[in-house]
């Protein structure tokens, strides 16, 4: 099984995306590839634009490497309680070229914060939101208070009850 993941975040330190390559590196035999958005250059949308440029050659790629995946992890960093700008804007031009974008493909959501809330606003959105874009979420798991529940040195969650329900919620992609 062809796995992609990737944390819905920009930074290059991203705690959504060291998440979710943690958690799709549970599924066991599974071929993970892990993008970065930041490899998906793409303009600010706008109608406008769109009509001048058409589809942008970063949300099409986006697209094409999506395409090659069995099931997805996805981790949404979580900025005044939405997604980040720079998520939202390739996730808008590529919805725009395919609306099933995700079509249907099993996945689980995530999503963590440095704080107590654990990103939970961002996840329900995404949650809420999947169907209309050939989402097919499986399980979900919000991870409050990162720093505390995870080793970045050694990429592990260290939260015993977390990480059994990220395990869980993996399981439900095979």
Do not use: C
Request: aromatic content about 10%; cysteine-free.
């Amino acid at each position: 099984m062809k796995v992609i993941a990737f944390g819905a975040s920009t930074s290059s330190t991203s705690i959504n995306k060291a998440l979710a390559t943690y958690a799709a590196n549970l599924i066991d035999g599974a071929d993970v590839q892990v993008l970065d958005i930041n490899n998906y250059n793409v303009p600010m949308f706008s109608e406008d634009l769109e009509k001048e440029i058409g589809q942008a050659e970063g949300a099409q790629g986006f697209l094409r490497d999506l395409a090659q995946a069995d099931a997805f992890v996805i981790s949404f960093a979580e900025h005044n309680g939405h997604y980040p700008a720079a998520y939202k804007n390739l996730f808008d031009w590529a919805s725009r070229i395919d609306r099933e974008m995700f079509k249907n493909k099993p996945a689980v959501y995530l999503a963590t914060s440095p704080g107590p809330g654990g990103a939970q606003s961002v996840l329900a959105a995404a949650k809420g939101s999947a169907p209309f874009f050939g989402g097919n979420v499986k399980a979900s798991v919000s991870v409050p208070s990162f720093y505390y529940n995870f080793d970045l040195a050694s990429g592990q969650v260290t939260n015993e009850a977390i990480a059994t329900e990220i395990q869980q919620a993996v399981a439900t992609l095979a």
